[in-house]
């Protein structure tokens, strides 16, 4: 098994491209090793000294190291978990097949322009960020302020606040008139 590495904007988060599903669909996000209790991945790569977060996309596993652990260190233990993991068989995730995304309540007068919101987060926002191994997840809309989870590499990445002010809500505000503002939640 061949497992590809690359960098991403957060100097602490590095992307494990298996070469092979790692979700059916969706996402999950784990931020802390007692979050990661249905994912034997996670957990493994918890076991890792210097690992904090841990994010598995559809066909990659995004992993964020403590800022005084090495990634030359880190990185050769973290690739031989994620290959004894694929090759041993086990479930990336025990129980549901999948991480259910949250649902959000809407206002019914919103609803429509939160429908234009996330097709463009889904369609133009998510694409992009998953290719630097993360995930931006839409949670509400209220007086005009949209507020998005950041995941994965994106979460806790020194570029994370450029991106959402200068990319996310430009184009959101561009597309979408009633947007004023975008904001980072947890």
Same mark, same amino acid.
């Given at each position: ?7 991403t904007?957060?100097?602490?988060t590095?992307?494990?491209l298996?070469?092979?599903e ?6 999950a996000?784990f ?14 790569l918890?076991a890792?000294?210097g690992v ?9 596993v ?15 233990q973290?690739?031989g978990v ?12 025990e129980? &549901?097949?999948?991480a259910?995304?949250? $649902?959000?309540?809407v206002?019914?007068?919103?609803? !429509?322009? /939160? #429908?234009q919101?996330?097709e463009?987060?889904?369609?133009r ?8 191994g ?20 994106c ?6 606040? &450029?991106?959402?002010k200068?990319?996310? $809500? ?7 008139? !009633?947007v /004023? #503002?975008v904001q980072a939640?947890?």
């Open positions: 098994m061949f497992i590809e590495t690359e960098g904007p957060n100097p602490a590095l992307k494990f298996p070469g092979r790692v979700m059916p669909s969706g996402t996000d931020p802390s090793a007692e979050a990661a209790a249905q994912s034997p991945l996670a957990q493994a918890f890792l000294p904090s977060r841990v994010f598995l996309g559809t066909d990659f995004t992993v964020t190291k403590d800022w005084d652990a090495d990634w030359q260190v880190l990185r050769p973290i690739l994620i290959m004894d993991h694929f090759v041993s068989g086990k479930p990336v995730i129980g &549901a097949a999948e259910a995304e949250e $649902e959000v309540e206002r019914p007068e919103d609803r !429509e322009i /939160v #429908a919101i996330r463009l987060i889904d369609t926002v998510r694409p992009a960020v998953a290719m630097d993360g995930d931006i997840v839409f949670r509400k809309f209220e007086d005009g302020v949209v507020h998005l989870r950041l995941q994965g590499s979460s806790g990445c020194p570029s994370s606040r &450029a991106t959402l200068h990319g996310i $809500e430009n184009m959101l505000k561009h597309y979408v008139p !009633e /004023v #503002a939640v947890e």
